[in-house]
């Protein structure tokens, strides 16, 4: 799958302000960058930083006030692989040392107060693949997707008892049973195609189930192989794509993701990425 | 049914504080007192209250620093008519004015943040009586019965979230998902035999249908038509069995019930509250 | 001080509902009532309620689907006698049977969670008017009137945590310190004319100091003494200005409040609620 | 200062139960661990791992059924630098890439729910050093230390409310100020002498003050740069010293630290970590 992702932010900056952004996609085995430009207007000194251990990449800098324009483009050869029917669950004791702290409750995963209630609902589920599937399929079937139903505070505990959310919501309740369950689990966030417009940002989640992680979407928005990985990370809060310190208005987001099933050959040894300042 | 109430409070009380208990049977249609004494040592003037509305019934003092002992024993003959199978639920628009506001949200019973949630538990369950039931019966199937799982702070939602709780709690889920369908519900304390000690003050809920409130009792500890009626009210803090203005600690609490089939016949004209100060 | 109320509400009623309106003046000894009006169209059966304890009316009614109107209009004398300085504050055991119950608390007012901190900030001021008075300048000075940042589900502990809110939170918020200082308290909500449009409906709070209800309003938004009073309880819950059960939305809403000091003499005998359906 | 650590701890295992355990001192440059051993009876397989960048150190192994007892010794020398008076606050973008995640909320630090409050209680403060110890000075001031008053749940948002807590509970409330002020900060976990016995884990929090952490102890049980680092982390989450997973209970847990001012000389070479299995 080759996809192609153009994504447009305009901001008013009502004072000088420090921007965090977190668009571009990720260094991740499953996917092959193959060319990206980022632009942003007016001109600044950009600052790229790569997390060595999650692959996130972040550009920093000082928008003055004013108008701010920021352009990213991206080719992305995505192979994800699909886990094998049947995939365990690992015991708690060969679950790696890096992996471990997964299982922790973060600011929007409480899983730690969820205990009783994803024993409950999915004890009797099959160990392994069909379990976290069973969890994304309550979810979806008793979470009524709503926009406008949550904000950048609500937290799965929230969803869990108003039964409406969106993306994120959907995707943290998921990490968040699992994580009751001893399953490690992240969130994921990124780009994919989706058959109803408006494109936007995607959040869905992923398990570690025995040796891999595999990705769920409990909105079922699009099929969880597509997606151009942006960001993973221990919640929402890891994988903002925009966190601004200052004064400043997002004024309009354009996200634009095309696919296409048959990907030209790349060329290798070309500089992937010329961040236009 | 005729039950005999013997209650034993002692406190211990570090500066003098003002009591207002509710341990009195409640003046009530379905329960005829008909023997009755409260005592207080050391001896202290008593204020007694009744409120007018829902029978509920209080005794104000002021305690000196010092141990304090109440010694409450009654008889009463419990007449609590079963509900007609099939009872149906009010429209909106014929519940009363007095008991409209049993549908509003109260301390404990966040019925305007589980709507979602008890639409999707009940909404297929038959309207009335069968879908009260059937929301009792959920309670009783997914919430644990744990002592000390909740304190006096905890509500409604935390209970859905956490699986687990006491009599007053599975009493104040039944009560909001009740309200949350626009089914008028509300607190009832109490005093019933258990089959497994220890005795207890105990809390279940009544929900209003087709112009009778009826009584649930999602711990299914003992049969509704038994329960000696002490309070009625919005939530929890409407009936606490004491409420303390001051610094007192309760040292310990001894309740005994019996019940026995074949009452005697009440003899008409004695005085029933024999408050001994 | 003589107030004419007006108004207008438009409704958009999707599927037929049933309303109960809380928009008259109150029955209360503050306040006379010398003209008034209610308008619903189209013309539709109404049904009045008055609570007998705390004076609030009601107006219910079935709305069909399709556009509804309602037009109420009021002229009230308002007589408020302000507190006299120095006024103190009831020891618990004596308030009143049927005061003592706003102590508790209640959905929106957690009065059992903010005692550490009411007495944290409170314990120094002069018992009496004073310390509410203190309460009320510590919500004027340390909560921002920001609309938008509450909403109906919102509480006093949140207001406390969010330092932000509307009238109604800051209501609610001093309700719910004076509760935990044992001063018993509610929310009153009524018309006033505010120096900045637009108009709307108001909410503030009274509290018990000795022997008598005193009103409070942190907003500052308005003097307490031309408060029309609509409604008297024990939060917001009690007395909101619509409660509708079923799908309608509300299209418009028009408040005008006018004030003259010197009001023209009533004319007794005169029919005061004329209904018009 | 040399500290000496002794910990014991038994335990009553009723399932097997795969440990993690978080005893040992943290492999950091402010302190130098001279000698340390670490039992576990019975004799079990132990898997070591060290965080690599935050130096944190765990112990995992699988008991079986029955009694287990943990016996950690260590000497350490601690050479913690007081930070100059005055020490600046960095603005945020000159906040190193890898420290910026220490801005955002994690599980029991709601600094995006508190910043309205930190701004409101420190925004006089003088930037950077003085502000975080008007930070800690208002914890210390404000929050009772209250043993049984918070559990593992608990937030620093119920702190703020409930003005009570533990030496966690002063960290989180801490840390979630210093975010909600774009000051990086972080929980810091380990050992030191208190004059009070009993002696206990002990839990502080750091702040990132232009180019170095500094750390700050709001119950002022002892003096910071005495304590032996443990663990570091987002919150407690991340330095529990225990986390369990299967069904054992904790039957006793022994503390002593012994502090001397005059460290004899150590012997290099010597090999440190002798885990006796």
Same mark, same amino acid.
């Given at each position: 799958?080759?996809?192609?992702?153009?994504?447009k932010?305009?901001?008013?900056?009502?004072? =000088?302000?420090?921007?965090?952004?977190?668009?571009?996609?990720?260094?991740?085995?499953?996917?092959?960058?193959?060319?990206?430009?980022?632009?942003?207007? =007016?001109?600044?000194?950009?600052?790229d930083?790569r997390?060595?251990?999650?692959?996130?990449?972040?550009?920093?800098?000082?928008?003055?006030?004013?108008?701010?324009?920021?352009?990213?483009?991206?080719?992305?050869?995505?192979?994800?692989?699909?886990?094998?029917?049947?995939?365990?669950?690992?015991p708690?004791?060969?679950?790696?040392?890096e992996?471990?702290?997964?299982?922790?409750?973060?600011?929007?995963?409480e899983?730690?107060?969820?205990?009783?209630?994803?024993?409950?609902?999915?004890?009797?589920?099959?160990?392994?693949?069909?379990?976290?599937?069973?969890?994304?399929?309550?979810?979806?079937?008793?979470?009524?997707?709503t926009?406008?139903?949550?904000?950048?505070?609500?937290?799965?505990?929230?969803?869990?008892?108003?039964?409406?959310?969106?993306c994120r919501?959907?995707?943290?309740?998921?990490?968040?049973?699992?994580?009751?369950l001893?399953?490690?689990?992240?969130?994921?966030?990124?780009?994919?195609?989706?058959?109803?417009?408006?494109?936007?940002?995607?959040?869905?989640?992923?398990?570690?189930?025995d040796?891999?992680?595999v990705?769920?979407?409990?909105?079922?928005?699009?099929?969880v192989?597509?997606?151009?990985?942006?960001?993973?990370?221990?919640?929402?809060?890891?994988?903002?794509?925009?966190?601004?310190?200052?004064?400043?208005?997002?004024?309009?987001?354009?996200?634009?993701?095309?696919?296409?099933?048959t990907?030209?050959?790349?060329?290798?040894?070309? =500089?992937?990425?010329?961040?236009?300042?």
């Amino acid at each position: 799958m080759l996809s192609s992702i153009d994504v447009k932010l305009v901001y008013d900056v009502a004072e =000088p302000t420090h921007f965090c952004l977190h668009l571009q996609v990720a260094d991740h085995a499953d996917q092959h960058l193959r060319e990206e430009r980022l632009q942003v207007e =007016p001109a600044l000194p950009l600052h790229d930083y790569r997390d060595p251990v999650k692959g996130n990449r972040f550009v920093r800098f000082d928008a003055p006030k004013g108008q701010l324009q920021v352009h990213y483009r991206a080719e992305v050869e995505v192979n994800y692989a699909l886990p094998t029917p049947g995939l365990g669950e690992a015991p708690v004791n060969q679950i790696p040392d890096e992996v471990l702290h997964f299982l922790s409750p973060t600011r929007y995963c409480e899983s730690d107060l969820l205990g009783n209630a994803a024993q409950q609902l999915f004890c009797k589920a099959p160990a392994g693949l069909e379990r976290v599937q069973a969890i994304s399929d309550w979810i979806h079937d008793n979470i009524a997707y709503t926009p406008g139903s949550s904000d950048a505070t609500t937290t799965a505990q929230q969803i869990f008892v108003q039964r409406q959310g969106v993306c994120r919501d959907f995707a943290h309740l998921g990490v968040t049973f699992c994580r009751a369950l001893n399953i490690p689990a992240r969130l994921v966030a990124g780009y994919v195609f989706f058959d109803e417009p408006p494109q936007d940002f995607h959040a869905i989640f992923e398990a570690w189930l025995d040796g891999r992680w595999v990705l769920f979407d409990p909105t079922r928005m699009a099929p969880v192989e597509r997606l151009v990985r942006v960001g993973t990370g221990r919640d929402a809060k890891d994988v903002a794509f925009a966190t601004l310190f200052g004064k400043a208005q997002l004024l309009s987001k354009d996200i634009a993701v095309r696919e296409s099933e048959t990907p030209p050959a790349a060329t290798p040894g070309q =500089p992937l990425l010329r961040a236009v300042a």
